[in-house]
């Protein structure tokens, strides 16, 4: 009865300096995306479902590694990856949503997921292959609901069927619903278009073309601004068909700064 009273205070306190660490991260990750203004992207679902193996599988990255253990899930990260569009997203590796929380901690988790009011987007993994999928995605999008997410946030929702590699023939019944396995890197492709089309309504961005002369700065401005996708120059004009994906702020900017 003592050991198993200490090992749930040593969880406790590794918990809590978790949240220190985390509380830390989402400063820094506000202010990086106030600055460059990258779309972050909350990963949200219950625990095992594959978030962190997706959000490798996004982004290449090879720090983080998935690991099949409570406290894993408490490494919250945030990587960065590109869209087929080249836009760069912020992908937040949240907490995982547990059936049995120890009690005192349902409040702290709960913090934890505060952040995910100010990301633009929300992709809910789901493990499909998982006997009680049904009730995880009751419980996972209860906890949303709970958090009083603006509705646009809710309902802009991309929700990712994961582990389709574990049911063989699997198609999804929900009509929106992007059917991936995270390990073997199947309907990733898929799964970025959907996503590059989601954060640009979500964000304000539109994909436009726009004429610029190549002696003033507008082009270097477009670099540092938008993220340009394409520069198609026509030499006998001295200009250039730029294509970008701006948001409306910087749109507006830019027709102030280089009018007519
Ligand atoms: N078969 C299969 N296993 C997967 C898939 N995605 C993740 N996993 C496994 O599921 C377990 C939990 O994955 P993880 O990414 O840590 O889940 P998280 O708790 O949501 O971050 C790991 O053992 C992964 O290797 C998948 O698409 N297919
Ligand atoms: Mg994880």
């Known amino acids: 009865m003592q050991v198993q009273q200490r090992l749930l205070r040593e969880k406790e306190a590794k918990i809590r300096k978790a949240l220190d660490r985390l509380r830390k991260k989402r400063h820094l990750l506000r202010q990086q995306r106030t600055r460059r203004e990258f779309p972050v992207v909350s990963v949200v679902g219950y625990t095992n479902c594959g978030k962190t193996t997706l959000i490798k599988a996004l982004t290449g ?3 983080i590694r998935p690991r099949d253990q409570l406290f894993a899930t408490l490494d919250v990260t945030a990587h960065a990856g590109a869209l087929p569009s080249r836009m760069t997203v912020l992908y937040v590796d949240t907490i995982g949503f547990l059936s049995q929380l120890p009690h005192g901690l349902i409040e702290s ?18 493990d499909v292959s998982h006997p009680e999928a049904d009730l995880q995605k009751r419980s996972v999008l209860s906890t949303l609901h709970s958090l009083q997410l603006p509705a646009p946030l809710l309902d802009s929702m991309v929700e990712v069927h994961n582990k389709v590699d574990l049911v063989p023939g699997y198609s999804p019944t929900e009509p929106n619903a992007v059917p991936v396995s995270a390990l073997l890197g199947h309907g990733l492709q898929e799964l970025k278009a959907e996503l590059d089309a989601a954060v640009l309504k979500a964000t304000g961005r539109q994909i436009l073309t726009l004429r610029v002369r190549l002696a003033g700065a507008q082009l270097s401005w477009l670099y540092k601004e938008a993220t340009v996708q394409d520069v198609d120059v026509i030499p006998e004009d001295g200009a250039a068909d730029v294509t970008v994906i701006i948001s409306d702020s910087a749109y507006g900017k830019f027709r102030k700064l280089f009018p007519g």
């Open 61 to 63: 990255d090879a720090p």
């Open 109 to 126: 988790f709960s913090a934890t997921l505060e952040d995910v009011a100010h990301s633009d987007l929300i992709v809910h993994v789901r």
